[in-house]
């Protein structure tokens, strides 16, 4: 026996000796994944942070235009606004204002808004991608509610407990009711207290 794994031994690794590319492709392999996930990590944590200068640069920009269309020009005169009109009450362009200048500010108001909203989409979405490095399982965890969640819900029942007709939420328990969160929509008859989908 012990010269059979003697032998066993030898051959195996002389198989190493002679493939050794074998283990370091699988190495390489291991290591360059690894590289490649903190590259992406740093990538992320790198955009972030620029979305974030963006986007303080962009409020800083938009709190003055509004404080500037929303402040009075000059004692007695009203301010520029942000959607009022630029006429007075005979249609005429208002005399005791900058007209250009007010549409110039609510343009560009406009296009704050928007780039601002844009930046904050990108903030959420690279900080569920940074997430997902961290804490693989909440991304299954979260495909999985999401499917759930887009599955056909099957037809109303009658709960005799309650004497209401009740419907499935997506995580198996009973819509509408009392306690109906600790409740099994596919047991209505009794108090089945429904595990939670883990998150972690």
Do not use: C
């Not at 569920?128 to 299954?140: E, G, S, T």
């Amino acid at each position: 026996i012990h010269l059979l794994a003697l032998i066993t031994i030898t051959i195996i690794n002389e198989t190493k000796r002679m493939n050794p590319t074998t283990t370091n492709t699988t190495t390489m392999k291991t290591t360059a994944e690894t590289e490649t996930a903190t590259e992406i990590q740093d990538n992320l944590r790198k955009m972030l942070k620029s979305f974030s200068a963006q986007k303080d640069v962009l409020e800083i920009e938009l709190d003055a235009i509004v404080s500037e269309l929303t402040s009075s020009p000059s004692p007695g005169v009203p301010p520029m606004g942000i959607d009022t009109p630029l006429v007075d009450s005979d249609g005429y362009p208002r005399g005791d204002i900058d007209v250009y200048r007010a549409r110039t500010l609510r343009g560009r108001l406009a296009v704050i808004k928007t780039d601002h909203k844009e930046l904050l989409q990108k903030i959420e979405q690279s900080l569920v991608q940074l997430a997902a490095f961290v804490n693989p399982k909440q991304k299954d965890a979260d495909e999985e509610e999401r499917k759930a969640r887009m599955a056909p819900k099957p037809k109303p029942k009658y709960d005799p407990k309650s004497g209401k007709w009740v419907v499935k939420n997506w995580d198996g328990t009973v819509a509408g009711v009392n306690d109906g969160e600790k409740r099994s929509f596919d047991n209505l008859e009794k108090h089945t207290v429904v595990a939670k989908p883990s998150s972690s």
